[in-house]
């Protein structure tokens, strides 16, 4: 029986041994619920890039394997992720999506030694409050995107009525406040300013308000879900309202809400890495299987390409001495050569307006 258990317990041993030889790595973010769509795009992204590192050799000689995990941009699951995530031997995190998310997950990264770089997470406290050295993003800030759009209303929607809504989470409240108070700052004077609920489906109520204030603008904080049954919606009363919002409508998605509807749509969201011509080797390998690199897939390629060359350089896996490779070097990415700052920010162009048209957004003429 002793000489059974042994010869068990070495087995065991050899079998983790072998489970461990890999490097494991996380994708995390929403996907199931109602932002799949991102969860989708983060995914792709983190896939193809563990694919082409691997196909090159991997990261100093070890393989990446790539464990998938789904918050559904639910603060607590988002809890949940990160511990399993720990579980697993996960040494580096692709996510997650939500800034409501990755606040709370990045604090277990943190105490676990586990380095997180979001793709997409802007609202500002996720680095000015990092509770360690090793969470960074590749992805701008709501302050930074906020400005950009404030100063937009106020110079070009000057003389018209502008209302600022909320869905009252990290993101959307957090980039609704920005784009106020900088809309503010030019000299600009909200007509409304008000939350609603997510996850809804008829806002025929506010859509009403919005026709009894005479509001020509309204900027949105939240996602594509809910701001495209509202431009749908606002156009079945009549109205000609100008919908704006920020990156959280970046998707597809937000056409097949507002068919037609969503025609002049404007949005604020990063320079297109898709036009940068270093990533059209990349794109092409998308697209070849059917992937559009829309949105945040680029971003996480990027976030797992700055991973793994800082690990290269690091020579190491090993928490500090990734975070140090990390704070001292810059990385060429699919978004951009980038190198992150003293809070983990990263060093790349802000923000631009987008209009959507035709089914597609692009660069605003």
């Known amino acids: 029986m002793k000489k059974s258990i042994l010869s068990g317990l070495a087995l065991s ?57 789904d918050d559904a941009c639910d603060p607590k699951q988002a809890v949940s992720v990160a511990q399993k995530m720990v579980q697993d031997g996960v040494v580096f995190v692709a996510g997650h999506f939500c800034s409501g ?64 809504i909320h869905d009252k989470t990290a993101y959307g409240k957090g980039l609704a406040d920005e784009t106020k108070a900088a809309y503010e700052a030019a000299g ?38 809910e701001a495209g049954l509202m431009a749908r919606q606002m156009r079945e009363q009549g109205l000609s309202t100008v919908l704006v919002s920020g990156d959280a409508l970046v998707t597809d998605e937000y056409w097949q809400i507002t068919g037609d509807a969503g025609e002049g749509t404007l949005m604020t969201f990063s320079p297109d890495p898709r036009k940068n011509p270093d990533a059209a080797p990349v794109v092409e390998k998308f697209r070849a299987k059917g992937i559009e690199p829309e949105g945040y897939v680029l971003y996480s390629y990027a976030a797992v390409q700055a991973w793994a060359q800082a690990a290269t350089t690091a020579k190491s896996t090993e928490y500090d001495a990734v975070v140090k490779a990390l704070n001292d070097g810059e990385f060429s990415t699919v978004i951009g050569k980038l190198s992150f700052d003293d809070k983990g920010d990263v060093s790349l162009p802000g923000y631009v307006f987008y209009e959507w048209s035709k089914g597609k957004y692009d660069y605003m003429k």
């Not at 360690?132 to 003389?159: H, I, N, S, T």
């Not at 506010?206 to 603008?217: F, N, P, W």
């Open 188 to 225: 600009g004077k909200p007509a409304m300013y008000e939350a609603y609920t997510a996850g809804e489906k008829d806002y025929s109520a506010l859509v009403s308000k919005l026709k009894a204030e005479g509001i020509d603008v309204l900027y949105v904080g939240g996602y594509h879900t």
């Open 13 to 69: 041993l050899m079998m983790t041994g072998a489970a461990y030889a890999d490097i494991m790595i996380g994708s995390a973010g929403p996907m199931t619920g109602q932002y799949a769509s991102f969860g989708a795009q983060l995914k792709a992204g983190a896939e193809m890039a563990v694919a082409d590192i691997n196909a090159a050799g991997g990261v100093n000689g070890e393989k990446l394997v790539l464990a998938i995990g």
């Open 101 to 164: 998310s990755s606040i709370p997950a990045s604090a277990v990264y943190a105490e676990e030694g586990i380095i997180q770089i979001s793709p997409a997470s802007t609202n500002p406290k996720f680095t000015d409050e990092r509770p360690g050295p090793g969470v960074y993003r590749v992805c701008g800030r709501d302050d930074q995107q906020g400005a950009v759009a404030g100063k937009f209303l106020a110079e070009k929607m000057a003389g018209k009525k502008v209302a600022f």
